[in-house]
């Protein structure tokens, strides 16, 4: 009985001691968990990248090596204290200076990752946008898609690590179709062109033609008064990409040039070339669906950076001429290359 009862108290203050060890380490976890981080003196973040399928003891030993969190134990054991094992979410993430591993779990567990972005311009050819979405240095995966020229949308996209290029093209192609869809609904009666498809390709066009942001619906409307009475539309970059799939020249078009038959060159075809000639944006699309009501059939530079239009063939060629002087003027000013200005 002696004996039993002697193994009973050994029990009992190997119970006692558990219960305080184990109290006393939930406090030093807990004080630990919640103590600013070794960076605390540094001034400056840094970025973790938490890569998917990364359990919890892989990422703990990660911010310890990167001097994030002074205990990979502690961190450990203070999610796992916290239940949140199962949701730290994978991403790239700000850390700031001095952050306490709790702090660096709650930004795990809210998702917010660093959000990068590639801005795709207005007018673009798909062989263009695609080699910035080939070239992006946060983008992974190899691009495998060929998109048709003008199904991508000119936009600012966000995006995260880890994002494919196949998934950004794809999201530009998503953002067209669905822009081209919403502003189909809303266009004006009696377009002259029947398909979503044609009005891209004019839009295309007007894109290509003005950099002006409210010259686009005066563009667009010459051009569909051009159509309307079957005249050619006499538009030079359809020239340049038939000539070269839009890649500029580097030089003025040529005579022989504006004479070559290309299903591109507007000189020489009536009507719509067969595709668009880029990537027009939205403005352009909407201009091209609700234009400008005007009799003007004509436009040319007026030497501002925006362009003279006129209804008549005689306004326009004094428009011409007056082009034609201010460009003379301005190669008088223009000093021979290779000497100072």
């Not at 668009?276 to 234009?291: K, Q, T």
């Amino acid at each position: 009985m002696r004996f039993l009862a002697g193994l009973f108290r050994l029990l009992l203050v190997l119970v006692v001691l558990a219960v305080v060890s184990a109290g006393v380490l939930g406090w030093y976890v807990y004080a630990q968990f919640n103590a600013p981080g070794p960076q605390a003196h540094e001034g400056t973040g840094s970025v973790y990248v938490l890569q998917k399928g990364a359990g919890l003891a892989q990422t703990a030993l990660g911010l310890e090596r990167d001097w994030l969190v002074s205990d990979a134990l502690v961190f450990r054991l203070g999610v796992m204290f916290e239940g949140k094992t199962g949701a730290l979410k994978a991403g790239e993430y700000e850390i700031p200076s001095g952050a306490s591993p709790k702090e660096i779990m709650d930004i795990f567990v809210a998702g917010k990752s660093i959000v990068h972005k590639l801005t795709i311009a207005e007018g673009l050819t798909t062989a263009a946008v695609l080699d910035l979405v080939r070239h992006d240095p946060i983008l992974v995966g190899d691009l495998t898609v060929t998109p048709a020229e003008g199904t991508l949308l000119p936009e600012t996209y966000l995006f995260q690590r880890g994002t494919t290029r196949n998934e950004l093209v794809a999201q530009m192609q998503r953002d067209h179709a669905k822009v081209v869809d919403d502003l189909w609904e809303k266009r004006q009666p009696g377009l002259p062109f029947q398909t979503k498809d044609e009005a891209v390709t004019l839009a295309s066009i007007v894109e290509k033609e003005t950099g002006v942001a409210q010259e686009r619906p005066h563009v667009a409307a010459v051009f569909i008064n051009r159509l309307r009475k079957g005249m050619r539309l006499q538009s030079d970059p359809t020239i340049i990409y038939g000539l070269t799939k839009g890649v500029p020249l580097g030089r003025g078009i040529r005579q022989s040039e504006l004479e070559k038959a290309t299903p591109y060159n507007t000189y020489v075809i009536a009507g719509l070339p067969p595709t668009p000639i880029a990537n027009p944006g939205r403005a352009s699309i909407a201009a091209v669906l609700n234009p400008m009501t005007t009799e003007d059939l004509y436009f040319v530079a007026n030497g501002t950076g925006g362009h003279a239009f006129a209804a008549t063939e005689t306004e326009h060629q004094a428009n011409v001429q007056r082009w034609r002087e201010i460009e003379r003027r301005h190669a008088q000013q223009t000093p021979p290359a290779g000497k100072p200005r």
